[in-house]
């Protein structure tokens, strides 16, 4: 039962562009959110977490979107830059137990 | 050396032998984790470690068994696995206080082949 999905397994951009990642969830016990980029031959690192109480969460060029009823997230990356292409996991946790990652969507910023 | 450490980073071994991954955590961090992460799947939660007792084993098969000596290491022992079981197995381990959610910190990870 996969809770947290990414529908899309890859995008493409132009620098300079915005990116949208998206990501959708199942579970409504979900409270906190988080988004990891993942370079080849590396472990996956934090990026940037929103709990449920609010809708938007800014930090730098990149802003996490919240939508509870829709039970939908998104990660918004502008201006987009050629260093930003990995792939990108969206995550999800009930309180504080184990998080739910979804497949990943690999993200090209093309120069 | 700081942040999350995984030994080897690659690994190829045939169905009969009987190799181990480890992981280290040089963050002060209680708890630790082994995800499976298999080609365009999601990173699958295998085991979990909360002050060094297994709290969670996601039915994971008993070819795969974790050990957890202190709360710095954390080890995956493997025999007699499938090809299958070919995959990315990524360790993390995160600081668990009360009800405050901390994000999970990942090493790099052990690309484990099955001839």
């Known amino acids: 039962d996969q809770q947290v999905k990414q529908n899309s397994p890859s995008l493409s951009v132009q620098e300079g562009r915005i990116s949208i990642l998206n990501c959708d969830y199942t579970n409504s016990m979900f409270d906190y959110f988080l988004w990891y980029k993942k370079y080849p031959a590396e472990g996956p690192t934090f990026l940037i977490s929103i709990s449920s109480i609010k809708d938007k969460n800014e930090d730098g060029r990149f802003t996490v979107f919240l939508n509870k009823s829709a039970k939908h997230l998104s990660l918004h990356i502008v201006p987009s830059q050629p260093g930003d292409s990995a792939v990108y996991f969206c995550a999800a946790s009930e309180g504080n137990n184990d998080m739910r990652f979804g497949a990943g969507t690999r993200l090209t910023v093309k120069p | 050396e700081t942040g999350v450490t995984q030994t080897p980073r690659h690994l190829v071994m045939g169905m009969t032998n009987k190799k181990s991954l480890k992981c280290e955590q040089h963050?002060?961090?209680?708890?630790m984790y082994w995800y499976k992460q298999s080609a365009k799947k999601p990173l699958e939660l295998m085991f979990v470690?909360?002050?060094?007792?297994?709290?969670e084993n996601n039915s994971v098969p008993s070819r795969f068994s974790p050990e957890c000596p202190n709360s710095s290491h954390l080890f995956l022992h493997l025999h007699t696995l499938q090809p299958e079981d070919s995959a990315l197995y990524l360790c993390a381990s995160t600081l668990l206080a009360g009800a405050t959610y901390n994000e999970q910190f990942f090493g790099p990870g052990t690309r484990l082949t099955v001839l």
């Open positions: 470690y909360n002050f060094k007792e297994q709290t």
């Open positions: 963050l002060g961090h209680n708890a």
